[in-house]
C-alpha cells in the first residue's frame, strides 16, 4: 500500500465522499448527482464497465472507497462528453471519471493491467518527453509493452496498417532517433516538475 | 461551463502537446493546465491580441477547458503563473482559443465559404460524421449537441450532397481507446461506417484529424476480424475545401489517403 493511501484513508476516515471532494478534480460536483442515469444510458461504452457514472457517484455517497477507487470504469471513458452534455444537473462527469482515475492511480489502487491505464500513462511520459507527442514511439512502445513476443505478434497484425501510413507519409520513421520536441525544453521540464510538485503537496501524494 | 463561448488551443509555433484525453493517469489536473497556460503565456508574448487557433479537436478542447478553469479561479492562475514562472513565462489571463471550423463557420460563414469556389463537388454524396470534440462539450454557436448541422451546411454549400439522415453522426469512434481497447472501438467504427452505406454516401468527412484516421485506418482491421467489405473513403473538411477550391489531389493531400478518395480525386483532375 503506497504511504499517500495509508495517510488518505488515516485522514478523511470514513469520509469518502470529503477525501473525493477534497482530491479529485471538479470532486466537489459529485453530491448534486440526482441519479437519474443518463450518463448510465448515453455512454458509448456503456456495455463493458462494471460501475456507471451513476453507480460510482452514489457509491462514493456511501462510502465504498475500495470498489470505486478500484473500478475499472473510469479507464473505459472514451473522452466523448455525451454524458456531459446531457447531464441535467451539469455534473462534469467527463472530468470527474479523469480525476477519479487520476486518483486512484496516483494511490496505487486502479486494476493493474488496465490497457487504457498503461496507454494513457505510456501517452504522458511520451508527450511529456520532448513537450510533443513521438507516434511513432508511442505506438512501438505500447504494442510492445507486454514483452517482446507477444510485441513482435500484434505489431505484425498490425503490419499492414503500419506500412500504410508510412507509405502515405502519415508516420515518420525518422522519429525512432528521438524525435521533434518544443523551444526551451528546459523550461518545460522545470514548468511541469513545479506543477506536480504544487498539485502533490496539495493533495497529499508527497511522502 | 457548456455556455461559455469563445475561446481556444494550440499556437503552432509553441504547440505542445495538450495531452487531456489519455493523459489522464499521470499527469493530474495542474500539470496538465500548466502546460497548456505555457502555450497561453507564449501566444500573449509573441503574438498579442492575436487568437490561438487549433485544427485539432482534442487539442482544442483541452486548451479551451484549461483556459476556463484559468478564467474562473483566481487560486488556480496563481499556481499555474508559480509553474510557469520556474520557466520565466507568465500568463495574464489573455489569448483566445478558437477551433478552425469556428473560425470558418463564425467569421468567414457560408457565403464566405462559397466565395473562392472554382469546382462544385456536384454529384458526390457526403456523410457528415462530426463526432465528440468539436461538438462536445463546447461545439460551434448555435448547434445542437445531437444534430448539429454545420459539417452538412459546409459540404452543401461546396456543391456536394449531405445525408438528410445519419444516425452516427455525432456517434465516439472510440478515440484514444482505439490503441487500448481495439475490439470496442471497432464496434464503434463499424457503426460508423456501416450507416453511411446505409445512406448511400460515396464518403464520410470529418471535422476531427482522430475522428480520420480511426475511421479510415481502421476499416481494414474490421474486414478482416468480422468479413465485412468496408473500403469507404474518409476524409477531413479542409480536403474538401481544397479540391472545391481548384487544387490537385496532391494539394489536398489525397495522396495520403490509405482508401483512396476517387470520386474526390477525379474533381480535382478536372
Not at chain 2, 470558418?104 to 466565395?115: Q, S, T, V
Not at chain 2, 448541422?149 to 453522426?169: C, H, I, N, P, R
Given at each position: 500500500m503506497t504511504t499517500a493511501n495509508t495517510n488518505a484513508i488515516e485522514r478523511y476516515r470514513n469520509n469518502f465522499l470529503k477525501e473525493v471532494e477534497a482530491n479529485v478534480e471538479e470532486g466537489h460536483m459529485v453530491k448534486m448527482c440526482m441519479q437519474c442515469g443518463v450518463c448510465a444510458g448515453s455512454c458509448p461504452l456503456g456495455p463493458h464497465w462494471t460501475h456507471s457514472p451513476q453507480k460510482i457517484f452514489m457509491m462514493i455517497r456511501a462510502g465504498k472507497r475500495d470498489e470505486v477507487l478500484g473500478s475499472d470504469s473510469m479507464f473505459m471513458c472514451t473522452s466523448c462528453y455525451n454524458c456531459m452534455v446531457r447531464c441535467p444537473r451539469q455534473l462534469p462527469i467527463t472530468h470527474i471519471m479523469h480525476g477519479?482515475?487520476?486518483?486512484?492511480?496516483?494511490?496505487?489502487?486502479?486494476?493493474?493491467?488496465?490497457?487504457?491505464?498503461?496507454?494513457?500513462?505510456?501517452?504522458?511520459?511520451?508527450?511529456?518527453?520532448?513537450?510533443?507527442?513521438?507516434?511513432?514511439?508511442?505506438?512501438?512502445?505500447?504494442?510492445?509493452?507486454g514483452g517482446l513476443v507477444s510485441g513482435i505478434k500484434e505489431a505484425l497484425g498490425m503490419q499492414s496498417v503500419g506500412l500504410g501510413l508510412f507509405m502515405a507519409k502519415r508516420l515518420n520513421p525518422m522519429e525512432i532517433f528521438g524525435g521533434h520536441g518544443v523551444k526551451d525544453l528546459k523550461g518545460f521540464h522545470a514548468i511541469v516538475a513545479k506543477a506536480k510538485e504544487i498539485e502533490d503537496r496539495k493533495k497529499g501524494f508527497t511522502a | 461551463m457548456q455556455d461559455a463561448r469563445h475561446q481556444a488551443d494550440r499556437d503552432s509555433r509553441t504547440g505542445t502537446a495538450a495531452a487531456r484525453p489519455v493523459g489522464y493517469c499521470e499527469g493530474g489536473e495542474l500539470p496538465r493546465i500548466a502546460i497548456n497556460a505555457r502555450n497561453f503565456a507564449q501566444a500573449e508574448t509573441h503574438l498579442p491580441g492575436q487568437d490561438i487557433v487549433a485544427t485539432c479537436a482534442a487539442c482544442w478542447l483541452s486548451a479551451r477547458e484549461s483556459k476556463e478553469r484559468l478564467d474562473g479561479s483566481a487560486q488556480l492562475l496563481k499556481e499555474t503563473n508559480e509553474a510557469l514562472a520556474a520557466a520565466g513565462l507568465h500568463y495574464n489571463g489573455g489569448a483566445n482559443v478558437r477551433h478552425m471550423v469556428e473560425v470558418?463557420?463564425?467569421?468567414?460563414?457560408?457565403?464566405?465559404?462559397?466565395?473562392p469556389m472554382k469546382k462544385s463537388l456536384e454529384g458526390l454524396k457526403i456523410a457528415g460524421y462530426v463526432g465528440c470534440q468539436t461538438n462536445r462539450p463546447?461545439?460551434?454557436?448555435?448547434?445542437?449537441?445531437?444534430?448539429?448541422?454545420?459539417?452538412?451546411?459546409?459540404?452543401?454549400?461546396?456543391?456536394?450532397?449531405?445525408?438528410?439522415?445519419?444516425?452516427?453522426?455525432?456517434?465516439?469512434?472510440?478515440?484514444?481507446?482505439?490503441?487500448?481497447?481495439?475490439?470496442?472501438s471497432q464496434k464503434q467504427i463499424r457503426d460508423i461506417v456501416e450507416s453511411a452505406y446505409d445512406h448511400g454516401a460515396e464518403m464520410i468527412v470529418t471535422p476531427c484529424p482522430l475522428c480520420q484516421a480511426n475511421v479510415e485506418v481502421y476499416q481494414s482491421e474490421i474486414n478482416k476480424k468480422q468479413g465485412t467489405k468496408f473500403n469507404m473513403p474518409v476524409v477531413y473538411y479542409s480536403q474538401l475545401m481544397t479540391v472545391a477550391y481548384g487544387g490537385s489531389a496532391k494539394d489536398a493531400a489525397l495522396d495520403g489517403q490509405l482508401i483512396r478518395a476517387e470520386k474526390l480525386e477525379k474533381i480535382a483532375g478536372k
Open positions: 477519479l482515475a487520476n486518483y486512484a492511480h496516483r494511490l496505487g489502487l486502479a486494476p493493474k493491467g488496465q490497457p487504457t491505464r498503461d496507454f494513457a500513462t505510456l501517452f504522458w511520459n511520451n508527450a511529456i518527453k520532448k513537450g510533443r507527442v513521438n507516434e511513432l514511439m508511442l505506438t512501438l512502445r505500447h504494442y510492445f509493452r | 470558418l463557420i463564425e467569421d468567414f460563414g457560408y457565403d464566405g465559404l462559397k466565395a463546447f461545439g460551434i454557436d448555435g448547434e445542437s449537441f445531437e444534430n448539429p448541422m454545420y459539417l452538412d451546411k459546409m459540404v452543401e454549400t461546396l456543391g456536394g450532397e449531405a445525408l438528410s439522415k445519419y444516425e452516427q453522426k455525432v456517434t465516439c469512434c472510440g478515440g484514444a481507446l482505439a490503441f487500448s481497447e481495439p475490439e470496442k
